[in-house]
């Protein structure tokens, strides 16, 4: 424990920090350091979240209600731990972490308030009756004794706890003359220092056993709080002292918000920026400490100033606060982030509220009015050909040696592919017309009282993509004719292609003003935290790799994901098959394009065709085409000497890879679909038609095809004008998505002052549930 007098640094003992023991305390660590880059010249804060994994130096703030139980008195052990956990893993990754505290207070009071029982005398306690000894009153116990005798047991505390992670822990003791005073100011700056260097984290707080008394306060029941009045002002004053990279601030809410929390209206502020104060209505303070949001807020500007970054988070949620602080550290979207560089364009939340408003007046718009707005886009892909092409042409340079040739190869824009897109685009215009509004059901309830089924969008759609720029035209297609609105997110590799493509898209949409309804995120928004707007996104579909489609499966917070994590596509080939059409099927499966999702992984063989001239022809022609043969184990055992065995049968090659493996009938080949497959698309060859209707019917797969190729399964081969993906989900769509699985439905009812009352057993009226006609609607 280290204090500070005028002379310096006044250790507990003559031995306490000498270099011997220090070198001594070093050597516990027996956990191996995970070196990160962490070079960074102390000047500006960081302008982003993603820039926070450099930080280096870390001071992290505990607030009152972070450290106190609910009842006020008493440490929230659990909470405490999960904490010191997170600051010695980020400590052992060679980061320079400190931690500011609270607690003393809270700790001291548990402590006093045993012992004022226990010194109640045996003959009071049962002279005064069991009743009077449950009300007997506790006296207000003075805060600085409290925090006297709650300092040691809260470092011995501390000191327990990262021990368990063989980090030593020093703490010192504070006021607000160690920073009015040169010399103390540089003798705390240098025992920081020097703690700093020896791998120490030093723990802050304030001596509040000699601070001056604050005014009354009824934070703590029972207590007059004499945390320094400007406690989150010490954090930031340190940090800036010691020239930190990131303060972090944990409360007990979320982060900063626009209006008080629990208020109906109050929103999550992601950012914050010098100036905004103003745009926000500050409410009640914690529920126990001095110091309210306010105060956080013009600590955190203070420093934000003095070129520390800031993040005020919630560290008392049970579901974050075990990794509040890594997430922060690791830049996810978590709390406030105080920032000096406002970005140039809205934030993303700004987007969502954009595309909600624009799609809500796109839907109302007329069927040919949306129909219009999508032949406009085709028009454009097709006369700003040569601006397209050239803003294709720089990021297929920039992704040159970055990305593998499949990659490449969705990346790659040209003529034939626009012209292809255009002719997409007008088939979904064609489709549009009898899209939402369109009556699905009507039935009459009683006299007077109808009720309808109607088509809908589903609201806001985020697409997430990776190098495939010619997906965000399709994609907007689709939603401009669902009605929906739309964020978009492409891939960095592809960031000048899609930004030309969303300005023809825009100006499409602007010929009937509703430009917002389709935003593309240029912003540095994770995919994680895109994921986590439930409040404003309404279906996710992914399109890109499968590792891509698990992780935004996993990161989804309450939003629906559409899609598809694997395309693992198998083709059987009966002992009925024609020879003439085995090996275009399956070149064509396999070899026009194997990167794509519909593209045959696992080739099925009946094995009364083993070594007969079919096989050998398959094998020859896979062999011309280049592709690799992984052998599944039935078909190793047949032969001497085999390619390589297959690691897995459950894998999507993307590339010119194949398994074959042999099996016994058509029943084994279904078997082996449902167990290794992914009700992607699955395809039988044969001349038997009842063999394949059987195929046909027991595969559980969202494409069953019967001799064609597995790379039919898409929208624009199936007249859908284009796909937003394709799903093996089993609710609301399945297959190619096109413009149907982008809406659903809602219910109007339309009466003359009906009641439930009048229906009841004496009521006077009956139910009909009569069906009615389903009116046409002209789609000419």
């Known amino acids: 424990v280290l204090h500070f007098s005028r002379d310096g640094v006044s250790p507990c003992c003559p031995d306490c920090i000498q270099p011997s023991v220090i070198r001594h305390v070093r050597s516990w660590s027996n956990i191996p350091f995970i070196t990160v880059p962490l070079s960074r010249t102390h000047g500006k804060s960081f302008a982003h979240r993603s820039e926070l994994k450099h930080a280096k130096r870390i001071v992290v703030k505990l607030g009152s209600a972070v450290v106190t139980r609910g009842d ?9 731990a999960s904490i010191v956990e997170q600051v010695s893993v980020l400590q052992n990754q060679g980061r320079e972490m400190m931690l500011v ?15 004022i029982l226990l010194s109640q005398s045996v003959r009071q306690a049962l002279h005064s009756g069991q009743n009077q000894l449950k009300e007997m009153a506790i006296p207000v116990l003075e805060a600085r004794a409290c925090a006297a005798a709650g300092q040691s047991g809260l470092m011995a505390l501390y000191e327990a706890m990262f021990t368990q992670y063989s980090i030593c822990a020093a703490q010192i003791l504070v006021t607000n003359l160690d920073f009015h005073d ?8 240098g025992t920081l220092h020097e703690l700093l260097r020896m791998n120490i984290v030093p723990i802050v707080n304030t001596n509040d056993a000699v601070v001056p008394p604050a005014e009354p306060n009824s934070d703590l029941q029972g207590v007059n709080v004499i945390s320094v009045k400007d406690n989150d002002s010490l954090a930031a004053r340190l940090a800036v002292e010691m020239k930190t990279d990131l303060l972090i601030v944990l409360s007990d809410v979320e982060g900063l918000f626009d209006s ?31 110091g309210g949001m306010e105060a956080k807020v013009k600590a955190a500007l203070w420093a934000l100033q003095g070129g520390t970054s800031v993040v005020i988070a919630n560290g008392t949620h049970p579901k974050v606060s075990g990794h509040v602080i890594t997430d922060i550290v690791e830049g996810k979207k978590v709390g406030t982030f105080f920032s000096e560089v406002k970005p140039a364009g809205p934030t993303v939340e700004q987007q969502g509220e954009m595309a909600r408003s624009g799609g809500r007046m796109l839907a109302t718009l007329e069927p040919e009015q949306r129909a219009e707005i999508i032949h406009h886009l085709a028009d ?30 969705r990346l790659s824009l040209s003529t034939s592919k626009l012209n292809s897109l255009a002719i997409g685009l007008r088939q979904i215009a064609a489709s549009s017309q009898d899209s939402v509004g369109r009556v699905l059901r009507r039935t009459r309830i009683a006299k007077n009282l109808e009720l309808e089924q109607v088509t809908v969008p589903i609201g806001v759609l985020l697409v997430i993509f990776e190098s495939r720029p010619d997906c965000l035209p399709q994609v907007a297609a689709l939603a401009i004719a669902s009605g929906n609105g739309l964020l978009l997110k492409g891939g960095k590799e592809a960031a000048h292609s899609n930004r030309i493509l969303h300005l023809l898209t825009q100006e499409a949409l602007s010929i009937h003003g509703v430009k917002e309804a389709v935003q593309l995120v240029n912003t540095r928004e994770e995919v994680e935290d895109l994921c986590r707007l439930d409040k404003m996104i309404d279906l996710i579909i992914p399109r890109g790799s499968s590792q891509l489609v698990r992780d935004i499966q996993k990161a989804a917070k309450g939003i629906p994901v559409m899609g598809h994590s694997e395309g693992i596509c198998h083709m059987y080939v009966d002992s009925e098959a024609s020879v003439d059409k085995v090996t275009r099927l399956v070149r064509d499966s396999k070899c026009e394009y194997p990167a794509a999702c519909n593209a045959l992984e696992t080739l099925l063989i009946h094995r009364d065709l083993l070594r007969t001239p079919l096989f050998d022809q398959i094998i020859d022609m896979l062999r011309v085409e280049q592709v690799k043969i992984h052998a599944g184990p039935k078909f190793a055992s047949y032969l001497t000497f085999s390619p390589s065995e297959v690691k897995s049968l459950r894998t999507e090659y993307g590339d010119l890879e194949l398994c074959i493996e042999v099996v016994d009938n058509v029943q ?13 698309t699955d395809v039988i060859v044969t001349e038997d038609e009842n063999t394949a209707e059987f195929f046909l019917q027991h595969v559980d797969s969202a494409c069953v095809f019967w001799n064609a190729s597995t790379r039919f399964s898409d929208g624009y081969r199936f007249g859908l004008g284009a796909e937003v993906g394709i799903s093996t989900s089993r609710i609301h769509a399945r297959g190619p998505v096109g413009l149907e699985g982008l809406l659903t439905t809602k219910w109007l009812l339309r009466g003359k002052d009906h009641v439930v009352s009048d229906f009841s057993e ?9 069906n009615l006609p389903i009116p046409q609607r002209n789609t000419n």
């Open 668 to 680: 084994d080949a279904i078997d082996h679909i449902h167990k290794y497959g992914s009700s992607h």
């Open 101 to 115: 505290t609270s607690g003393a207070v809270a700790f001291g009071k548990q402590r006093l308030r045993h012992e």
């Open 72 to 80: 006020e008195c008493g440490l929230a052990l659990g909470r405490l």
């Open 260 to 290: 008080p929390p629990g208020s109906d209206d109050a929103k999550l502020i992601d950012i914050f920026y010098p100036g905004d104060q103003q745009s926000v209505t500050f409410g009640t303070k914690s529920r126990v400490g001095m």
């Open 762 to 770: 004496h009521g006077s009226l009956k139910y009909l549930h009569e």
């Open 380 to 409: 454009l892909l097709t006369d700003q050909r040569d601006e397209i092409l050239l803003a294709n042409k720089k990021d297929l340079e920039e992704a040159e040696g970055r990305l593998a040739a499949p990659l490449l190869k």
């Open 182 to 189: 040169e010399q103390k100011r540089r003798n705390l700056n």
